[in-house]
């Protein structure tokens, strides 16, 4: 048995398709679609139609979230700005009444118990918060402190745009027995109990990375394969082969000035954009700077950006691998 495992297009109908032609040559048996399928770059309502038409597992991530939500009690404080929010405000007038119906159905957790094989658990963060995440370089400890209640031994995660493949294991002796008298033996630390924490003492956590915003420094579209094995091929029964798709970036972004998004989502689009361009996390870095340097970028979004701009010289950075200006034979 073999998975594909997809996760996080964000709009992008270019590497998308990359990653379907890809698909059609390696031909896994079930291809699986973790959250994130719309927002930051200008495709998607195009995005929707063309999942839709696949016969594909597809799990909702925190942007469909945002979506669902603008407009009702549950959206986010301030998200009726059109400075901080205008991306957001373009994208709800261009999703149609079928599409976001399509987005509200789909679940946001799922569990696989695909015969012969060991349950996968599929969710774009970790269950319950579709905004937590994994990294590479992250401690065993703030892994275990996420997945230590999952009765699943496997998780597939997404949402922080960087390929993942860790197996984490939690010593049982750090776990006290419930039917130990505490009093006479049994120990645990501060942060894992039994009450917070399965029988398992290993989980296999997976994230494929992003079809369509790579944030680790390689622009080309990434997913994953699973392969079942055996347990002592792989503990878990599970093993995970990363996938890198190099395609033309150029429509992409070119779309950002014809499709109105960047003239209406002012920084914020412009910052997707960039982040399209170089595969790094350009959001975060401008969030961090700004408040080390005393801005509020939410209420200030402009004057931070530009005092930014100025005081880093990022935008140079951008420019010189900017795949358009190449191609224009611009410095």
């Known amino acids: 048995m073999r998975l594909a495992v997809l996760a996080d297009i964000h709009g992008n109908l270019p590497a998308l398709e990359a990653v379907i032609a890809e698909l059609e040559r390696l031909q896994p048996d079930l291809v699986i679609l973790n959250g994130d399928l719309i927002n930051a770059v200008p495709f998607s309502g195009p995005v ?11 799990i909702r991530g925190n942007h469909e979230f945002y979506y669902l939500d603008y407009g009702t009690d549950r959206a986010l404080p301030g998200s009726d700005d059109p400075k901080r929010w205008g991306q957001l405000h373009w994208l709800v007038q261009r999703i149609t009444p079928e599409q976001g119906a399509y987005l509200a159905v789909l679940p946001d957790d799922r569990t696989l118990y695909l015969p012969g094989t060991q349950p996968i658990r599929v969710t774009h963060g970790v269950p319950g918060r579709n905004r937590v995440g994994f990294y590479p370089q992250q401690s065993d400890e703030k892994i275990l402190s996420q997945v230590r209640s999952l009765p699943q031994r496997t998780l597939v995660s997404a949402h922080t745009h960087l390929q993942v493949d860790r197996h984490v294991y939690l010593d049982p002796e750090l776990v006290m027995d419930p039917l130990t008298d505490p009093h006479v033996g049994g120990r645990t630390t501060p942060d894992i109990s039994p009450e917070t924490c399965s029988v398992n003492h290993h989980w296999h956590v997976i994230n494929p990375g992003s079809v369509g915003l790579p944030l680790g420094g390689d622009p080309r579209a990434q997913f994953a394969i699973l392969e079942a094995v055996p347990e002592e091929v792989e503990p878990g029964g599970w093993r995970a082969t990363m996938h890198r798709v190099a395609y033309d970036r150029r429509p992409a972004l070119e779309a ?9 989502g002012h920084v914020i689009s412009e910052m997707f954009r960039w982040e399209l361009i170089t595969a790094e996390p350009e959001i975060i870095y401008f969030y961090q700077w700004a408040n080390r340097h005393g801005y509020d970028p939410d209420s200030q979004l402009d004057a931070s950006f530009q005092a930014y701009v100025a005081a880093t010289g990022r935008d140079a950075y951008v420019r010189e691998r900017d795949p358009l200006r190449k191609r224009a034979g611009q410095p």
Not at 257 to 264: F, N, P, V
Request: hydrophobic share 50%.
């Open 256 to 264: 950002y000035e014809t499709s109105g998004m960047l003239e209406a």
């Open 48 to 58: 929707i139609d063309r999942v839709r038409a696949l016969d594909w597992v597809v």
